[in-house]
């Protein structure tokens, strides 16, 4: 039986915003979508059951973090990363590149590829265009990203450039590699994934003439679907927005359109409100486990003294498992005790608050009240 192949079916659109649905062979996702973070192949402080009930359609996993812990190849022989986890719904990885590039000091860029030192031993690696593609091909992922150049920021023109440059021809290694058939390279090992599909990454920095070459670049070399990288790293919030805004809208409207790392609940709404189809970000998890937690009415921290007698939930307008139990007095005792149980109930309820905040998104395109939708909850939590 071959396998589900991936498809994109744009639903509906209000101004710039879309709704539609990703088909992959694990099954289907809804967009806009967020997807929580997974890095060694769970939700920190999560069970799989938790992550599924509140209602995530697909997760990242990190390639970097489990290639090296606990590699590719024993996942691979596993079966493929949905059966090694045991999560059978869509999963999304990353080349590896953004954790390479950012181990500074332990990493040197080459034109074949990032030499990096294991942050766990030292051990020395090459991460390739190609060996990003076989790493995900090992992993099985539903879909997989290409190995692009992480720019730091800031950066100058030339900088930028070059490194764009450098990232549309590693794209075109990687799509080469994509689309060469497996079964003629004995060294690439088991092979797990059927259907899967490859997104290509728009770089550019904070420069418009730079990111409108690179959507040019990376169309050229033909995706199933294109990320704006580089972004959400410093940076101004309008600019990021502007260039969000400006490389969207040179994107094919038919292909999912995934925004890299970001982010805030703001930036989820406003990137919606551009164009933007997919997120990805550590914010509502690793916040949690901090003691920052989103509400309908922005930010709290659950350490605040002030919540020591609070008997209301986290978020009154928030129906998670976390605020229809407990209290903001409780979950704060149980923080300051050192308890886990703060740290599975605070990010159960920050995940709940952003992938409904996804939920409420779709529901005002489909209606196309889109606008009026923004506009309130940026409202509400400008009062808080
Ligand atoms: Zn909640």
Same mark, same amino acid.
């Given at each position: 039986?071959?396998?589900?192949?991936?498809?994109?079916?744009?639903?509906?659109?209000?101004?710039?915003a879309?709704?539609?649905?990703?088909?992959?062979?694990h099954?289907?996702?809804?967009?806009p979508?967020?997807m929580?973070?997974?890095t060694?192949?769970?939700?920190?402080?999560?069970?799989h059951?938790d992550?599924?009930?509140?209602?995530? %359609?697909?997760?990242?996993?990190?390639?970097?973090?489990?290639?090296?812990?606990?590699?590719?190849?024993?996942?691979?022989?596993?079966?493929g990363l949905?059966?090694?986890?045991?999560?059978?719904?869509?999963?999304?990885?990353?080349?590896?590149?953004?954790?390479v590039?950012?181990?500074?000091?332990r990493?040197?860029?080459?034109?074949?590829g990032?030499?990096?030192?294991?942050?766990?031993d030292?051990?020395?690696?090459?991460?390739?265009?190609?060996?990003?593609v076989?790493?995900?091909a090992?992993?099985g992922?539903?879909?997989?990203?290409v190995?692009?150049?992480?720019?730091?920021?800031?950066?100058t023109?030339?900088a930028?450039?070059?490194?764009?440059?450098?990232s549309?021809?590693?794209a075109?290694?990687c799509?080469?590699?994509?689309?060469?058939d497996?079964?003629?390279?004995?060294?690439?090992?088991?092979?797990?994934?059927?259907?899967?599909?490859?997104?290509g990454?728009?770089?550019?920095?904070?420069?418009?003439?730079?990111?409108?070459?690179s959507?040019?670049?990376?169309?050229?070399?033909?995706?199933?679907?294109?990320?704006?990288?580089?972004?959400s790293?410093?940076?101004?919030?309008?600019?990021?927005?502007?260039?969000v805004?400006?490389?969207?809208?040179?994107?094919?409207p038919?292909?999912?359109?995934?925004?890299m %790392?970001?982010g805030?609940p703001e930036?989820?709404?406003?990137?919606?409100?551009?164009?933007?189809?997919?997120?990805?970000?550590?914010?509502?998890?690793?916040?949690?486990r901090n003691?920052?937690?989103?509400t309908?009415?922005?930010?709290?921290?659950?350490?605040?003294?002030?919540?020591?007698?609070?008997?209301?939930?986290?978020d009154?307008?928030?129906?998670?498992?976390?605020?229809?139990?407990?209290?903001?007095?409780?979950?704060?005792?149980?923080?300051m005790?050192?308890?886990t149980?703060a740290?599975?109930?605070?990010?159960?309820?920050?995940?709940s608050?952003?992938?409904?905040?996804?939920?409420?998104i779709?529901?005002?395109?489909?209606l196309?009240?889109?606008?009026?939708f923004?506009?309130?909850?940026?409202?509400?939590?400008?009062?808080s």
């Open positions: 039986m071959s396998p589900v192949s991936f498809a994109f079916s744009l639903r509906a659109t209000d101004g710039h879309r709704l539609g649905q990703v088909q992959t062979a099954g289907t996702f809804d967009t979508a967020f929580p973070v997974g060694q192949g769970t939700v920190k402080a999560l069970l059951r992550v599924e009930s509140v209602g995530a %359609g697909i997760i990242l996993g990190n390639t970097y973090h489990l290639m090296l812990r606990p590699g590719d190849a024993l996942i691979g022989r596993h079966g949905h059966r090694f986890i045991g999560w059978s719904h869509p999963i999304l990885t990353d080349s590896g590149g953004y954790q590039f950012s181990l500074a000091s990493r040197r860029i080459r034109e074949d990032a030499e990096f030192q294991s942050h766990i030292g051990s020395t690696h090459l991460l390739t265009p190609e060996r990003a076989d790493i995900q090992r992993l992922s539903d879909i997989a990203m190995l692009d150049e992480c720019l730091a920021y800031p950066a023109h030339d930028a450039a070059s490194s764009m440059q450098r549309a021809r590693w075109r290694r799509r080469d590699r994509f689309l060469a497996a079964t003629v390279d004995e060294n690439r090992g088991p092979v797990t994934n059927p259907g899967q599909a490859q997104f990454i728009i770089q550019g920095g904070l420069f418009p003439d730079l990111r409108a070459e959507v040019d670049r990376t169309r050229e070399v033909g995706f199933e679907g294109y990320a704006i990288g580089g972004l790293v410093g940076e101004p919030i309008d600019e990021m927005y502007a260039t805004e400006a490389t969207a809208g040179r994107l094919p038919e292909q999912p359109r995934y925004l %790392g970001a805030s930036d989820l709404v406003e990137c919606v409100a551009r164009g933007i189809d997919m997120f990805d970000c550590v914010m509502p998890t690793r916040n949690a003691g920052q937690l989103f309908s009415e922005g930010r709290l921290n659950i350490r605040n003294a002030r919540y020591a007698e609070d008997e209301r939930p986290l009154p307008r928030c129906d998670c498992y976390t605020c229809t139990r407990h209290s903001r007095a409780y979950l704060r005792h149980l923080y005790a050192g308890e149980s740290l599975t109930l605070n990010t159960l309820h920050n995940l608050f952003y992938l409904d905040t996804m939920r409420r779709r529901d005002a395109i489909a196309r009240t889109f606008e009026i923004r506009q309130e909850f940026l409202r509400l939590r400008s009062v």
